[in-house]
């Protein structure tokens, strides 16, 4: 076990585009999805103890409901590990904002804690353990960008250039089930490549199901994408929100601009990652297999 303590990040991400393109007979709907991993997100700290605890002030509800606890006590009873550790989760991605905190938080245990306590488990082991926690975590245990089908554990890496992104949070939280329950949620859109994403002439066809009922549903949100579009130009929903972004070219200027959002409203400015700021924290290359 090392036994020095570790703080590594959680690192937010954003879906470029969301497609549903059906649904299964288990009730999972299938989709079609590009992430981008950003350089800002939660923040968690693993100290060496005898028994497994948790310290997250900022979150509310039973500790047993929390990713992180779900993780680790997911880690241990997969390896039959008995090793402890004192686990403090610094909160600062919004719940249900659609930037992947929760899951991030599971990711960065499995991977925190594997390294903790010295276990050798490879990336495709904790990612095979992070669906069972939700279908984004593998994304982040893996640490790339990628596109995603199935229900979104069928990773493919894709290389994405470097870009700046101006994130807002309008101040509500989005409950995943209810948009994907939602009677008026599109299920139909066809399957797609994300090659025709990232090929200019076809990318504008490529959008996020979840924002006509999100809008919908929740003014604030709405509200929030009217304004982004108005100052910078554009306006997209991350998963199936309340955060909503666009890609920026003047980090100072989009600064200026969260400076002066409305009450009750709060963002961040960060920029796409090619590999994770949680595998460049470990600094270690761990099996694939």
Known sequence: ?????????????????????????????????????????????????????????????PQQDNLVWR????????????????????????????????????????????HLWALGCSLDELAQLGVQLGADVPVFVRGHSAFAEGIGEQLTAVALPPQDYLVVHPGVPVATAQIFNHRELTRNTPVSTVAAFLEPATRRAFHNDCEPVVRQLFSAVDQAMTWLEKEVGESHLTGTGACVFAPVTDRQSAATLLAGLPPRWTGFVARSCAVSPLHQALGVHLPAH
Request: glycine share 12%.
């Open 71 to 114: 993780a680790a006590s997911l880690l241990q009873q997969h390896t039959g590990c008995r090793q402890g550790a004192h686990i403090r989760l610094h909160k600062h991605l919004p719940a249900g904002g659609g930037v992947g905190g929760g899951s991030s938080d599971a990711a960065t245990t499995l991977l925190g804690l594997n």
């Open 1 to 61: 076990m090392t036994s020095a303590p570790l703080t590594l990040p959680a690192p937010a991400k954003l879906n470029l585009f969301l497609h549903i393109t059906g649904r299964r007979p288990d009730g999972y709907h299938t989709l079609q999805t590009l992430f981008t991993l950003l350089d800002a997100g939660d923040v968690l700290e693993f100290s060496p103890a005898d028994t497994l605890t948790l310290a997250a002030p900022d979150v509310p509800g």
